[in-house]
């Protein structure tokens, strides 16, 4: 089945500064890549996905890029902001499966 | 809005009790899910369903049963409650066809005592 890894586990980032989570993916076949965000003691909300036909998408100051080749995707958030701080989970999913599997999560913190 | 409901946010119960979770959605997807969330290990699936009366066994199934008798309803049973079962459960679903967004539920934090 599908493996995703993802790291850090935990990043502490200034306000303003930019951040990056990297994930990597097991089962070629994959080909849809969502990002969630869950904030202290809420549910997990989609933020930004990704098909594997494109390489990357943005959409303010979240950006998602995707290496097929090397199977690994990363989120991007530039200019970060106290309310950035949450739990972030990578996900993947290919035709084969019905379900997503997850990464381990990345707990980060914007200092303000 | 689609909403995803969970019937309780937090359960104390006992070992060996027998301890039902449930979950409607008012979306009309086809897909639903259980996944178990632990510190450190992310979101495990147990079991999914994508469609009345249809399940599928997830990554950590043991200890676990699901139940869809109504397409808006999944219900997670844990036979026999133990200790390593306590954790945070989360329901979702999604439409059936192509890579779609899954809405999840706000969640039940599980203590087996």
């Known amino acids: 089945g599908e493996n995703v890894e993802q790291h850090p586990s935990t990043l502490s980032v200034q306000e303003g500064d930019s951040a990056v989570i990297k994930c990597t993916y097991s089962?070629?076949?994959?080909?849809?890549f969502p990002w969630y965000k869950q904030e202290l003691g809420k549910r997990p909300q989609l933020i930004i996905d990704?098909?594997?036909?494109?390489g990357e998408k943005k959409d303010q100051r979240i950006a998602v890029t995707l290496n097929k080749t090397a199977k690994h995707f990363s989120l991007h958030i530039t200019e970060t902001q106290p309310e950035d701080s949450a739990v972030y989970f990578c996900?993947?999913?290919?035709?084969?499966?019905?379900?997503?599997?997850f990464g381990s999560g990345t707990r980060l913190q914007v200092q303000p | 809005d689609v909403k995803v409901t969970q019937s309780s946010r937090y359960l104390v119960k006992r070992t060996g009790e027998k301890v039902f979770l449930e979950c409607v959605q008012d979306?009309?997807?086809?897909?639903m899910f259980w996944y178990r969330q632990d510190p450190g290990l992310g979101l495990r699936l147990i079991y999914f369903?994508?469609?009345?009366?249809?399940?599928e066994k997830g990554d950590i199934p043991e200890g676990y049963s699901v139940s869809r008798e109504k397409k808006e309803r999944f219900s997670l049973i844990l036979e026999s409650a133990s200790t390593n079962q306590t954790s945070m459960y989360l329901c979702?679903?999604?439409?059936?066809?192509?890579?779609?967004?899954?809405?999840f539920g706000q969640g039940t934090r599980l203590t087996v005592v």
């Open positions: 979702a679903s999604s439409f059936l066809g192509g890579n779609t967004e899954a809405f």
């Open positions: 089962d070629s076949a994959s080909n849809y």
């Open positions: 990704i098909r594997s036909n494109v």
């Open positions: 996900a993947a999913k290919g035709t084969g499966r019905r379900a997503l599997t």
């Open positions: 979306m009309d997807h086809e897909n």
């Open positions: 369903s994508y469609d009345v009366k249809m399940k």
